[in-house]
């Protein structure tokens, strides 16, 4: 029951609003507004080092200095007088080598860094911030506000993938994009965009299981042909002795420098020997697929559970790589969103009204 005070309150110009409107209908604006607050706070608060995309240590930084050392005909996974330096002396490197991301990665950045000046990783990390924040934005607009606290929670872990300049910022969305291409019935764009993530940073491939277990041939054998022509383009601008010395890289990166988070790091801290902590992600990424397995009979929760396996496989398991935890909400973002809008034309002629 609403007493007279209740009832003289919704006579208030601007307070009944707060009455009348569906609060339903609006909470996707308060979450969207509540996205966009959270990539601010990234970007002047937490991380404001980042403001500069080409200082010396960043992950833009140092894609660049790979395609240099490339174009300059210098050794990838190692540095010679004259490279570009990649710690910035206040934060130690803990790692031997100057880059531990797949000869890919590399000779993508043979050609941005012709670009003059700081331009390339200007672009990269404008082009990273902008892909994220329309994948969250779209992720909000067409889920239901059921799944609201799993997207607040991961938010903020994504706001920091958008804004470190990491290859992530435009995976994550463009793994998103497998989900609807294959709705759409384009199996040929899912599939080269799982190949493209996959020479790029290796776990995302476990989705090329998704298309094994969906029976999607077509899908398959565009993400292996678009596998074998990125590692033929990439043993030749890189050179074929890269791949053997990312074998030696990809082990250090899976072992040194691991954050607290990481499986490897809270298995040694169980008292499991290093040598099977070590294999605990793979193991991880292994059970995610056994459960796709077992979903296969509904792809939505079978491109969930990969997309879980992509994120605890990873060794150096961080923060804001739990940003990859969003795609396995990407199968439920369904609704058509037109009840999104209502909001904005209730607001509009409620103010309309009460002028």
């Not at 054998?221 to 074998?247: D, E, K, M, N, R």
Request: charge should be positive; proline fraction near 8%.
């Amino acid at each position: 029951r609403v007493g007279a005070s209740g009832r003289s309150m919704r006579e208030i110009p601007g307070i009944r609003v707060l009455f009348r409107v569906d609060w339903r209908t609006i909470l996707p604006l308060l979450l969207l507004v509540c996205w966009i607050a959270l990539l601010l706070e990234t970007i002047l608060w937490i991380r404001p080092d980042l403001l500069n995309p080409a200082q010396i240590g960043t992950d833009s930084s140092n894609y660049y200095a790979a395609g240099q050392r490339l174009n300059d005909g210098h050794q990838l996974y190692s540095l010679q007088a004259g490279d570009r330096p990649i710690a910035n002396g206040l934060w130690p490197d803990p790692w031997s080598y100057p880059l531990l991301s797949p000869p890919p990665v590399a000779v993508v950045w043979r050609v941005l860094a012709l670009l003059p000046g700081d331009l390339s990783m200007d672009l990269w990390a404008l082009a990273g911030v902008a892909a994220s924040f329309v994948f969250v934005a779209l992720l909000i607009l067409r889920c239901r506000p059921r799944l609201y606290p799993g997207l607040l929670a991961l938010m903020p872990f994504m706001a920091i993938t958008a804004w470190s300049g990491n290859v992530n910022a435009l995976l994550i969305p463009a793994c998103a994009l497998v989900w609807w291409a294959t709705v759409k019935g384009r199996p040929g764009l899912a599939g080269s965009l799982v190949g493209l993530a996959f020479v790029l940073k290796l776990m995302p491939g476990l989705w090329i299981w998704w298309f094994i277990i969906r029976r999607d041939l077509r899908a398959l054998a565009v993400c292996l042909a678009t596998v074998a022509v990125a590692l033929v383009v990439s043993g030749i601008g890189a050179g074929p002795a890269s791949f053997v010395q990312y074998a030696a890289v990809a082990r250090e990166a899976g072992s040194v420098g691991l954050e607290v988070l990481s499986p490897v790091s809270l298995a040694t801290g169980l008292g499991v020997p290093v040598a099977l902590a070590d294999l605990v992600p793979y193991l991880l990424a292994a059970g995610a697929a056994a459960i796709a397995w077992r979903w296969r009979d509904r792809p939505s929760w079978a491109f969930a559970a990969c997309a879980v396996g992509v994120t605890l496989g990873t060794p150096d398991l961080r923060w804001e790589v739990l940003g990859w935890l969003l795609l396995a909400f990407v199968p439920f973002a369904n609704d058509p969103a037109p009840w999104t809008w209502r909001p904005l034309r209730t607001v509009a002629g409620l103010g309309l009204e009460s002028v």
